[in-house]
């Protein structure tokens, strides 16, 4: 006769320390445990409303300008350093963390329209309708140093004077360049006066110029004639333009996928390109009611973030035709410039109410430190969400997004605007010749042409 019997060793089930906790068995084999996927529903749907219950994406304000944020820029070295540029000439260095100013660089006559900081992050390069190009020099040494008092002026180690007013500048991630642009594209040195080289493609103001992360030498610009074009420094002439029905505001490289940027544009939408196939758009990112001021990458590739007229801001997935979040208050007005930290974890809005907002990137993460069984829990409720999201309940919570009513109207509007349009274009190619009106998909629609 064969007996069997339970024999288990006391080193698996014995615990270590008194502290430790005590070791479970578990037997997972799917026959024994027929209620598992309805347990794990139930853990997705009560997650999914958790979710919303506990987000809390704002942080706080920061509040010292006098006149609207019109642009700002980070350093690569100091995750918790932001600089600001506001519409009455003033630059401020801001310690996020402290939500305070750290140190002010006076001297624009105007509004200051671009900030950029060199790759190594010692160089702050500002410009502004003053037609003035400024370097600071180690514009950190007040973040660093505790024994600087809060507030003290910083003095720019060179002022270059141009012949036109600036829109935008851009530092290369390589080299002692960058790019200015306005009238034309300006190329400058850190050590020469004057430009080294300058490109003009028409007669139209440029916006906004952006280098690639991937490829240093090439470098792309928005202008108000609605094109986007990319140049080349080793090249004499740009290379190529596309041009859209309405002008872009902003343009972002994806950090991890550089053949692939974003356009913030004025028909309320984002368009994400390749820069190689220029003929059609990737994705059409829509949802703002108004138009998109500014657009920056998450620094994984995976998300990017718009600030819009419409008094919002948004976060889409890098692939995804609609936003994952919508963040908005009360008091803040038209959103001019968004940044994301280099760490990801949060990012930083500018408006037209004078005020800079911190905004967390999960707007249910929890802040502080997360014990490592808090992190493996909130893993799996992760995993069972997207495990589950496709079921309607889970679904309807989790697209669910409250928006005030000025613009949940303005959304309705389109929407009925949109699908009168469309219903108009589907009766006129039902009363034409057969073949003559064809359907164009909706990514090359906005786009007119594309010129070499």
Known sequence: ?????????????????????????????????????????????????????????FIGAMDGHIDAVSCMAKNSNYVKAM???????????WDIAARKTVCQFPGHQGAVRGLATSTDGDLLVSCGVDCTVRLWKD?????????????????????????????????????NVFATVGAQVDIWDHNRSEPINTFEWGKDTVLSVRFNPGEPDVLLTSSSDRSLTLFDLRMSSPARKLIMKTRCNSVCWNPREPMNFTAANEDTNCYSFDARKLNEAKVVHKGHVSAVMDVDYNPTGREFVTGSYDRTVRIFNYIGDHSREIYHTKRMQRVFCVKYTYDGTYLVSGSDDTNLRLWK?????????????????????????????HLPEIRRIVKHKHVPKPIYKAGKIRRAMIEAESRKEERRRAHSAPGSRTMQPFRKRRLITEVE
Not at 8 to 37: G, W
Not at 146 to 152: E, K, L, P, R, V
Not at 367 to 386: H, S, T
């Open 139 to 175: 514009p950190m040494r007040k973040m660093m140093d505790s024994n600087d008092a809060i507030g003290d002026a910083s003095q720019p180690s060179a002022v270059y004077t141009w012949k036109h007013a600036f829109w935008g500048v851009d530092h290369q991630w390589d080299h």
């Open 361 to 389: 990137s999960n707007a249910s993460e929890q802040l502080g430190v997360v014990l490592p069984r808090e992190r493996k829990k909130q893993e799996y409720l992760d995993a069972v969400k997207l495990r589950y999201g």
């Open 1 to 57: 006769m064969r007996v069997k019997v339970i024999s288990r060793s006391t080193d698996d089930f014995t615990r270590e320390r008194s502290q430790d906790l005590q070791k479970v068995f578990r037997n997972y084999d799917p026959a024994l445990r027929s209620q598992e996927k309805a347990v794990e529903y139930t853990r997705a749907l009560n997650a999914a409303k958790l979710e919303k219950i506990f987000a809390r994406p």
């Open 83 to 93: 600089f600001s540029g506001s519409m009455d000439g003033d630059i401020r260095l």
